[in-house]
């Protein structure tokens, strides 16, 4: 999946814990997810200060959790040799993980309004966390192919006895880019989340949210992070 502008060609890549390359590959997961809470704290539960402090063996393992997928947009400027228009070479601009397939006991929040899943051998249940694109780069459709590469892959699930999928993200109260962004795309506002179930839910239930251990139990409780969904038929 490719796009171009004047001086970049852009393609999104599943990143790969397999490839030769994985440690190399880690080191730049590493680098751009600190980049992204830098410019853009507010915007994730994780904060810069704890996640500064991990090794790129620790983000190695992070990207070798089973049922977690990265998905990286990469630049690649027009003078780059096209047999260099891979995700080794280039700058990192843009990226998205994707959460699954997720069972539906641990996938549904029952308190939160969102409508009850279908069953997991009807229906495969998905999860967006951590998109972030480049400030330089941003509204150029970057997002867009970022997503659709990770609803693709989810795609390939549409087999058997599996009718549907369902795809979710938890939007930060106050964010408009992700509800802007998802909704161009299909997504709905289905429902309201905590803390702890945002935390979960983005696969950071080990980490304190924004870096921060105290939170009072009532701030915890509070039911503030907006739920979008989609659903893709076969
Ligand atoms: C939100 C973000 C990921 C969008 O990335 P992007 O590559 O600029 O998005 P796209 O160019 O694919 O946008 C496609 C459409 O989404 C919508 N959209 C994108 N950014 C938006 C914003 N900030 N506000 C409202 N709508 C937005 C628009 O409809 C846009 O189409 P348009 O440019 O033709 O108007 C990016 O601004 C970002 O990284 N923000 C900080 C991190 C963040 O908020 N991440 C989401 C956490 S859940």
Redesign the pocket.
């Known amino acids: 999946m490719a796009s171009s502008s004047e001086e970049f060609t852009y393609k999104s890549y599943r990143l790969d814990p397999k490839s030769p390359n994985f440690q190399f590959l880690a080191g730049k997961y590493a680098a751009i997810s600190l980049q ?1 809470l830098s ?2 704290p ?3 539960g994780v904060a810069y200060s704890t996640e500064s402090t991990l090794g790129a063996s620790e983000y190695a393992i992070r990207l070798s959790r089973p049922n977690i997928d990265v998905f990286i947009c990469v630049a690649h400027a027009a003078s780059l040799a096209s047999e260099l228009h891979d995700i080794e070479h280039g700058h990192w601009i ?1 990226m998205v993980t994707q959460v699954g397939p997720t069972p539906k006991e641990v996938f549904w929040l029952r308190d939160s309004g969102a409508p009850e899943p279908l069953d997991d051998e009807l229906e495969t249940k998905w999860h ?8 330089a ?11 659709k590469a990770a609803l693709e892959h989810a795609a390939k699930t549409l087999t058997g006895t599996v009718q549907q999928t369902r795809f979710r ?4 109260p106050g ?11 299909g997504f709905t506002h289905v429902g309201k989340c905590t803390i702890p179930e945002a935390m979960a839910g983005n696969g950071n239930a080990t980490y304190p949210f924004r870096g921060i251990e105290k939170w009072s139990e009532e701030e915890l409780q509070r039911r503030e992070g907006v739920i979008l969904e989609k659903v893709i038929v076969k």
């Open positions: 992204a410019t853009d507010g915007s994730f843009g967006h966390t951590g998109l972030w694109v480049d400030p780069h941003r509204r150029k459709g970057i997002s867009s192919q970022l997503i993200l938890f939007a930060a964010n408009e880019g992700s509800p802007g962004l998802y909704g161009s795309l």
